[in-house]
């Protein structure tokens, strides 16, 4: 596939999509949002790929939806386009595991996009935040939704209602982000960690992410009744047999996806 908003690597099984409008600090425009569903949804279909990261500059992971883009569009438009929508939903649809390696901004959209990722991963010089309050807007990629899970309703309400940005310490402090690593290491600190997660069985690495998706949508006993089948379920595999049996062997598993 030919893209001209991101840059797409495949090497080591590991899939890098790479944000790729720097003048505009990665905002999220028609064309990128396309290309980096379509992307993903490649990845997701490609044999070859086991984990996923998308990143983006050492300035910007993204700055937000392109205002340029949506400044003059009505409600009809807006809602026609369901540019935003698409991310949630189409993100959703993707089972490998998707990591977000953010240095930069990660602002409005940027932020939500990061979210939908499966975890975040931030270099030091990150800065989180829902500033679309100061466009007469609101969040609308989850920003009110998804980051109040991760930080709770009173730090979400402040970043909401006064769009300030969350350094990376704070962000790491109250659960939005996985680990804070110097700016410069970001990528080694992201591709190592898709590289444990590549080593995995892919099956049971899919099912780790249903799982973990599921307390989101469910209630604890629900949750904990799906967690007790979908574990039950990863007993039918071959690789629940060699990941124990390398266990008890003292060797290295070697895991084929079956
Ligand atoms: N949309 C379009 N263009 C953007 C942009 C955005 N979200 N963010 C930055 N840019 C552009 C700027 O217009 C500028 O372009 P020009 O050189 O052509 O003027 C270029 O990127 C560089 O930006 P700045 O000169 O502003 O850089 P800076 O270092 O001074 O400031 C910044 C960086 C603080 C991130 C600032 O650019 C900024 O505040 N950006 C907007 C952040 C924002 O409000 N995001 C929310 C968008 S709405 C949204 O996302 C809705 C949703 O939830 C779906």
Redesign the pocket.
Known sequence: MAFETIIVEIEDHIALIKLNRP???N??NNQLVSELLDALEAADANDKVRCIVVTGSE??FA???????MSDMGFVDVSNINL?GAINDRMATVRKPIIAAVGG?A????C?LAMACDFIIAGDNAKFG???I??G?I???G?SQRLTRFVGKSKSMDMNLTGRFMNADEAERSGLVSRVVPAKKLMDEAMGAASKIAEKSLITARTAKEAVNCSYETTLAEGLRLERRLFHSLFATEDQKEGMAAFIEKRQAQFRDR
């Open positions: 003048d505009a600090l905002a999220l300035k910007a700055a937000g939806a392109d205002i340029k883009e935003f901004y602002l409005g959209g940027g939500e829902q500033p679309e100061n466009l807007v969040a609308g990629i920003g």
